[in-house]
């Protein structure tokens, strides 16, 4: 069992940046990969960003050359920096965690994914 807890987000001006943190329990976080999702008023959950188990990384178009995911291992947390944000990524941030799988698996598929956080707000105003 994971429990995920994301933290950073808040209220910018459209170019300004964010880094966004999601701290896991438990004593296996590097078997997991995590990824980042949003959801904005009255739009599906999408993908943003992920990070796998051997830190292979993973961006939405939408996002590429803007936001930066990394991990500390040693601290159980991921991190998305995000910059030159726009009104667009204005969102509820989620976190994600899968454990280890052998098989292929697609990050930016959010079935794929066992743990979710609650979600941290991220607004971009213009």
């Known amino acids: 069992q994971v429990q995920l807890v994301e933290s950073g987000g808040g209220l910018v001006q459209a170019g300004g940046s964010l880094r966004l943190s999601c701290a896991a329990s438990?004593?296996?976080?590097?078997?997991?990969?995590v990824g980042w999702f949003r959801q904005a008023p009255g739009k599906e959950r999408e993908f943003v960003a992920a990070?796998?188990?051997?830190?292979?990384?993973y961006y939405a178009d939408s996002v590429k050359g803007r936001f930066t995911i990394s991990r500390d291992n040693a601290k159980n947390t991921v991190y998305l920096q995000a910059n030159s944000l726009k009104p667009e990524d204005t969102a509820v941030y989620y976190c994600?965690?899968?454990?280890?799988?052998?098989?292929?698996?697609?990050?930016?598929?959010?079935?794929?994914?066992?743990?979710w956080g609650q979600g941290t707000q991220v607004t971009a105003s213009s």
């Open positions: 990070i796998s188990w051997s830190a292979s990384i």
């Open positions: 438990g004593s296996t976080f590097n078997r997991y990969a």
């Open positions: 994600a965690a899968k454990f280890y799988t052998y098989y292929r698996t697609n990050f930016s598929d959010q079935r794929q994914y066992d743990y």
